[in-house]
């Protein structure tokens, strides 16, 4: 059984989100071993916002689609699921390219390998990407966004309470090409989807 819990900090200084936010590393998918391009996510939270931030080391990325909603994860993109009742069947998904385009699904999962993915039509998230050079091989493109809380309407309480406990995956998709791809997660799926809510792992907020 996999027994990652990830505490979700409270902020109270937007300008200071980050300070001392616990970052955690994604691992490869397949079998959790170390990847090839370093991948750390960190969240917080606030009164109004679910924050994510993902630092995505990286020797180039193909990213092309440019409108809310495109089929992203055809590119190189980070993901979170997000499950806020438990109930490892209805959650959302959220995903960022290095170029800022923004997927929104409410999925729906039968927990035997059917999932349905519908897509929100209402551009919510506030994300920012930024890319700088590492060093002379390599990349560093971040991606911060915030969700907020009013899309979570099956949460027993929002914005949470301390103590309150969310299910949810990290995930990235690293593609040397448009034919082939790394997948990484912070909760290994193993399968050939990252739809797999027996993966999820706990998120508390504190």
Known sequence: MNRKTYTCKKINDARNKWQDVRWVSLTRNSDGLQPMFLTKA?????DKYLHVSFLCRDNGFHATMKEFNDRIYLEDVVEIFIDDDCDRKSYIEIE???INTVLHYIIQNDLNGRYIGFARTEQCIESNVTVE?????SILWSAEFSIPFREFITAKNTPPLPGDKWLFNLFRIKRSNVDSAEEYSYSITQGASFHDPRSFVSLIFE
């Open 133 to 137: 050079n590492a060093d002379r091989d």
């Open 96 to 98: 960022v390219s290095p």
């Open 42 to 46: 960190r969240l917080a939270y606030d």
